[in-house]
């Protein structure tokens, strides 16, 4: 399998996954970063998926897609990120696809750096990794700080791979290794099960450093502990189950 999808490939078109909930004092600076951003030759296409958000998130969207120029699907009931994104990776048409939160933690001129690295390597997934080669970076607080290791470390004795964040939103994959990987998560449990499911097909999943700027609680980060403990969970359940 692992074969199969370690194979060169020139990206043609990014398509951009946004899962969005109660983000409207952010979505609108986001999607201009989006937009702004240049990939040279390479189309973007740009997929929002609102879950059943309820502070004005959905009528800002609507409101911002002049000419149908971004792909917007609605949840009528919030289902977490994790559904709103397989929602998203139902819809791409790209050859290849990156997660970007709808707040401003990460940066989206982070994408081509990204791309080259996965066009160099010929992996199917590359990570963007907030802790690799950086000194000094912010983080949300000590809880993330600590749970974000600890996830690493279990990954990486489970599974024999070597990454350095696990939890990072900056995930790129081949359109064609993603759909192959029959996801099923609904919450934050997206990022356990993905890194999992990845590295049982055999795939190391090389990393770059990205920049990262974290948000706290209060300024409307949205993990809590109980998800901490369900990717734990999550990393166990697929060492053993498909």
Not at 159 to 186: P, Q, V
Request: net charge positive.
């Amino acid at each position: 399998m692992m074969v199969k999808y370690m194979q060169n490939i020139k990206v043609k078109v990014l398509s951009i996954v946004i899962p969005a909930y109660n983000e409207s004092g952010t979505i609108a600076k986001i999607l201009k970063k989006v937009e702004d951003v240049d990939l040279g030759q390479i189309k973007k296409e740009i997929i929002i998926v609102n879950d059943a958000s309820n502070d004005g998130t959905a009528e800002k969207l609507n409101k911002l897609n002049k000419g149908g120029k971004y792909r917007i699907y609605h949840h009528k009931k919030n289902r977490g990120k994790g559904a709103a994104l397989r929602t998203g990776f139902d819809h791409v048409s790209g050859d290849t696809v990156i997660v970007q939160d709808a707040d401003l933690e990460y940066d989206p001129s982070d994408y081509l750096k990204l791309i080259k690295f996965m066009e160099k390597t010929c992996s199917p997934v590359v990570y963007g990794s907030r802790r690799l080669g950086k000194k000094g970076i912010k983080h949300g607080g000590l809880f993330f700080f600590w749970g974000g290791s600890l996830l690493n470390v279990i990954a990486n004795l489970l599974y024999g791979l070597k990454i350095t964040d696990e939890a990072t939103c900056y995930k790129m994959f081949r359109s064609d290794f993603l759909k192959s990987l029959n996801l099923k998560c609904d919450r934050f449990e997206f990022c356990p099960e993905v890194t999992a499911k990845s590295a049982k097909k055999g795939i190391k999943i090389p990393e770059i450093p990205i920049s990262y700027e974290a948000r706290k609680i209060d300024e409307g980060k949205k993990i809590r502990l109980k998800d901490g403990i369900e990717a734990v969970w999550t990393l166990f359940k697929y060492r053993f189950v498909d």
